[in-house]
């Protein structure tokens, strides 16, 4: 019996210890945006009600919704969107959020800006971000982006690279947001090229391809040999436009939009993309929320000073060397104040 008790106790001992080891392990996230562990942070529900255009827009939408999905990558923070299909849908789709205790609801379009003033009215304790918006509420997160300065540096571009000194500009809306995109175009052509001629062919919409391909035909039809479209999904229907006829042997080109587009369109029509950089600050903004410095009641506006605004990386491709040494040379005016241009 005695040798069998010394055989037993020291086991329980080993038991115990294990036990006592198991019960103290804690599970973490590691992250990687900030090469930081987010030991000790909330794991937040973030939610995001898109514009009337699509998800996989190739444009500020996907942008945004490529941000939330890296926060449940790097911290496994819970993220659902919901896409209206109509006006009417709006209020309905944000408020799912709201009634559904999410701690941060993001808007991606500045169309949504009188729905969020009223629900973060209404809704005090609940949190919202919007982008593309400078209002000014408590509990919201505004950021916007000084569009007019990186489409100064395509205008630049377009200015430098046209042969037939007919360039063209696809806007969504003629909302402040698309015209500072149009502002900025111009003052880079006119600063490079002030014989070049400017064609404006607003859209009307955000999600209607057919529609951006019909503007886009129109626009080259009176010989423009570039266009830049800010035009959401829209403007998708200018590169099928210019896919059909570099097919048919006209050269002609798209500037893109919000994220390099040549990444989904191709380098064969895509001169060169006006990066806005949609991810990287609903990105921050969120994780901000988590680290207990949630930017309500601001607007976070951001420029080239910022990097908020920028031209694709992959310019080099189809811009010549002389023209993209012009650029930083615009760049460099902006950034000083140099230069400053106008939103409209």
């Known amino acids: 019996m005695k040798k069998l008790m010394k055989t037993f106790i020291p086991m329980l001992l080993i038991l115990s210890l294990a036990l006592t080891a198991c019960g103290n392990k804690t599970t973490t996230n590691k992250g990687t945006a900030d090469g930081g562990s987010t030991e000790g942070k ?28 890296k926060l449940n990558t790097d911290f496994g923070y819970d993220v659902k969107y919901l896409e209206p299909k109509s006006d009417g849908e709006v209020m309905p789709n944000l408020l799912t959020f709201v009634k559904g205790n999410y701690d941060l609801t993001w808007a991606t379009a500045a169309t949504l800006a009188d729905a969020v003033t009223q629900l973060a ?77 400017l064609i404006v062919n607003y859209a009307g919409v955000f999600n209607r391809v057919d529609v951006g391909k019909s503007a886009a035909a129109t626009i080259y039809n009176e010989g423009a040999d570039i266009i830049f479209h800010a035009a959401g999904l829209t403007g998708n229907g200018a590169f099928n436009e210019a896919k059909e006829r570099k097919a048919n042997g006209e050269n002609v080109w798209v500037i893109g939009v919000d994220k390099d587009q040549s990444l989904t369109f191709g380098d064969d029509i895509t001169l060169t993309s006006m990066i806005k950089k949609v ?20 607007v976070t506006t951001m420029g080239l000073k910022e990097n908020g605004v920028d031209i694709a990386p992959t310019s080099a491709k189809n811009v010549a060397p002389e023209v993209l040494e012009k650029v930083e040379e615009y760049r460099q005016k902006i950034i000083s104040g140099e230069i400053v241009i106008p939103a409209e």
């Open 42 to 69: 909330q794991k937040l529900k973030i939610g995001m009600v898109t514009d009337l255009g699509s998800i996989n827009d190739k444009s500020f939408n996907q942008s945004a919704w490529e941000a939330l999905q």
């Open 121 to 197: 009215n209404e809704n005090p304790n609940a949190k919202f971000g919007i982008v593309d918006s400078d209002i000014v509420v408590p509990n919201v997160a505004a950021i916007s982006f000084k569009e007019q300065e990186g489409s100064f540096l395509v205008g630049v571009i377009a200015g430098l690279t046209t042969k037939t000194n007919k360039i063209g500009f696809i806007g969504g809306m003629e909302i402040p947001v698309i015209k500072r995109f149009e502002a900025g175009f111009r003052e880079g052509i006119k600063a490079v090229n002030p014989e070049a001629k």
């Open 279 to 298: 991810d990287e600050a609903v990105y921050q903004v969120s994780k901000d929320l988590a680290d207990g410095k949630f930017p309500g009641g601001k």
